[in-house]
């Protein structure tokens, strides 16, 4: 990791790379951190209809599944990022849920939200609550549906700045969601995030993170994931 000084400020940023990386590149899962399984490569899926709530899948290379059925496993990659610009497509079968966290902390929520006339922090893209006490604060609600119908390949594109912290590890400023777009609406713009989501691999905040993937709710598949570091 290297450290420096902005307006008196201590950043941090990671080594070792340069440019884009494309985190599902469809032929391997080596961008993340076992286990993995039951993670997998495939070629081709589609809403399987005689069960709407999962996929129908082709065997072969060029899109990352979760599974087709059923719950699988969160993932974290192996990379850990600060500041970055995210795009990510995604598709998810009738009813299920997924989502993007930042830093393994601060989650971008995936749902099948077709045609919810009203929607929430829980909706698609929704910038997902905070929980104490058994109960659900902050969060924000996407300002509006972009949501296509299950089955339907899905974007999202994401500019994300860490929490930073001053020359003795104290918080300075939050975690921020610059701008999210959703199959290329503007759903968010500056949302600050006072600590991790709720469900989030770390209760504490940090410089940097990996990104995590939540299985654990449902089928979900992806055919990109590109980060630019910042």
């Known amino acids: 990791m290297k450290l420096f000084i902005l307006f008196g400020v201590l950043f941090s940023t990671s080594l070792g790379f340069a440019g884009d990386l494309q985190l599902f590149n ?51 990659s192996v990379q850990e990022f600060g500041d970055c610009q995210v795009h990510v497509e ?23 939200s077709y045609g919810k006339a009203e929607i929430g922090t829980h909706d698609c893209g929704a910038i997902y609550q ?18 296509k119908p299950p089955g339907e390949w899905q974007s999202f594109d994401v500019t994300f700045k860490a929490p930073r912290f ?8 939050n975690a921020t969601f610059v701008k999210v777009l959703h ?18 691999k770390f209760n504490d905040e940090a410089p940097l993170g990996p990104l995590l993937i939540q299985g654990d709710h449902g089928p979900v598949a992806f055919r990109s994931l590109l980060v630019t570091p910042l």
């Open 26 to 76: 469809g032929q391997d899962l080596q961008s993340w951190r076992e286990p993995t399984s039951p993670w997998s490569i495939v070629g081709s899926l589609a809403l399987n209809p005689d069960a709407p709530k999962s996929f129908s899948v082709t065997a072969g290379m060029g899109l990352t599944l979760g599974c087709a059925a059923g719950k699988s496993v969160n993932i974290m």
């Open 90 to 112: 995604f598709c998810v079968p009738k009813d299920s849920n997924s989502g993007v966290y930042f830093m393994g902390r601060y989650e971008v929520q995936i749902l099948d």
């Open 130 to 147: 905070r929980w104490k006490d058994n109960a659900g604060f902050e969060g924000k609600a996407p300002r509006l549906n972009a949501s």
């Open 166 to 173: 001053d020359f003795n590890g104290k918080k300075v400023s």
């Open 183 to 200: 199959n290329g609406e503007l759903i968010h713009e500056n949302v600050e995030c006072s600590g991790p989501t709720r469900a989030s």
